[in-house]
């Protein structure tokens, strides 16, 4: 305390200065935190309900699993559907090649026809 006496009159006048924006800004600090609990406003106080109450949250876990099987089940079913797809454009390819060949042999007898 000595030293802090010594010092000159424009650093100690300084030091109250910073010391006051310190404890200044900590006050207002505190004092918006209080204005932002769940208390200060409706809508945060229902928010803060609906997550501590455990039933919502375990509807919710329910909700997300049948969402989840329900996702799982459609992604089989797109998968069965792209194979079914893919063996019909194949078979609709071995067809086309089939009626080419037909054709190939309906113009051969016809040439020989002539």
Do not use: C
């Not at 609709?92 to 089939?98: E, F, N, W």
């Amino acid at each position: 305390m000595e030293k802090l006496l010594e010092l000159p009159p424009l650093a100690i006048i300084t030091f109250g200065a910073v010391l006051a924006l310190i404890f200044g800004v900590r006050y207002l600090g505190l004092w918006q935190g209080q204005n932002a609990s769940p208390g200060a406003s409706a809508g945060s106080a229902q928010v803060a309900a609906v997550i501590v109450d455990p039933t919502a949250l375990n509807a919710a876990a329910a909700a997300v699993e049948g969402l989840t099987l329900a996702v799982t089940e459609a992604n089989v079913i797109g998968r069965a559907h792209t194979e079914a797809t893919d063996q019909l454009a194949d078979n609709v390819d071995d067809l086309a090649k089939r009626i080419d060949r037909l054709t190939d042999k309906v113009i051969d007898a016809a040439a020989k026809l002539k």
